[in-house]
């Protein structure tokens, strides 16, 4: 309320001091010239016009008595407007394509992550399905242990370990791949 009242005041203490006929007349005058001009750095009708506004609102707000050449003034505030629009846009389209690209990338490392959780769900579940020395068998092999020390953990002959991994292995990324395309 207190924001339209200064507005308000504000447009009544410059309609007193002014030739309101005056302006007009320059207003229906240099419109169309103001929006031609601005047409051509904005393309968009409707954006042309409201700059065009903001232009004569500039002009209604200062004395525009001063002024010695106005349609010199409305081109020249024209191209400032329009310049400040650009500017603006393209700081506008630069966030929005910075906070899209911020959204795809935290978009995507969520959808990672559950992925990432779903198949770990999965290797869970194709190794419980092993037996136990089969599992055995893929845990040491994947924690870096030697065929010499897994033979010596399992008590097995060190010559047979390599293809009881390989056994293990071939079973249990059947068991994943059969577990996967359930899932999915």
Known sequence: MEVQSVV???LYRNVETKNIDEFQSIFKTYYPQVVRQLMRYCKEQSTAEDLAQTVFIQLF??????IENIPAWLTKSAKFAALNYIRNEKRYREREKKE???????CE????QVMHKEEQKLVQKALDRLNERERK??????????????????????ASVGKMIARSKRKFQKLFETMRGESE
Not at 61 to 66: A, E, L, Q, T
Not at 100 to 106: L, S
């Open 61 to 66: 707000d200062i004395d525009w008595n001063d």
């Open 8 to 10: 308000h005041d504000r």
């Open 100 to 106: 899209m690209e911020r959204t795809k990338t935290v």
């Open 109 to 112: 490392s969520s959808e990672e």
């Open 137 to 158: 068998l893929l845990m040491l092999k994947y924690s870096g242990y030697q065929y010499k020390e897994i033979a010596e953990e399992l008590q097995l002959e060190q």
